[in-house]
C-alpha cells in the first residue's frame, strides 16, 4: 500500500496537482505491481521561505539513506 508524499512551492493549478498524482500513481502500480486502489498521493505546499528548514534540513539532509533522487542544490 505505497504512500507517496510530494511536497512542492505553492502556486500549482489544481489540474497540474491531479496530473501529478495520476502520473505517480501510474508509475507507481506500473513498477510496484500494486493495483491504483492500493496507491495514495499527497500533495503538500511549502512556502520557499519554509522550504530549507521543512524540507531540506528535515527530509533530505536528514535522512539521507531514504534519498533515491538528490537535489541539485544545496542550502
Not at 501510474?26 to 512556502?47: K, Q, Y
Not at 534540513?57 to 542544490?73: E, F, L, M, N, T
Request: proline share 8%; no cysteine.
Amino acid at each position: 500500500m505505497p504512500h507517496v508524499i510530494v511536497k512542492l512551492y505553492p502556486g500549482k493549478s489544481e489540474q497540474q496537482k491531479t496530473e501529478l498524482a495520476e502520473a505517480i500513481t501510474a508509475d507507481v502500480t506500473r513498477i510496484l505491481g500494486h493495483g491504483a486502489n492500493a496507491v495514495s498521493v499527497g500533495l503538500e505546499e511549502v512556502s520557499p521561505a519554509d522550504w530549507p528548514e521543512q524540507v531540506y534540513r528535515r527530509d533530505i539532509v536528514a535522512k539521507p539513506d531514504s534519498i533515491y533522487k538528490q537535489p541539485g542544490y544545496r542550502m
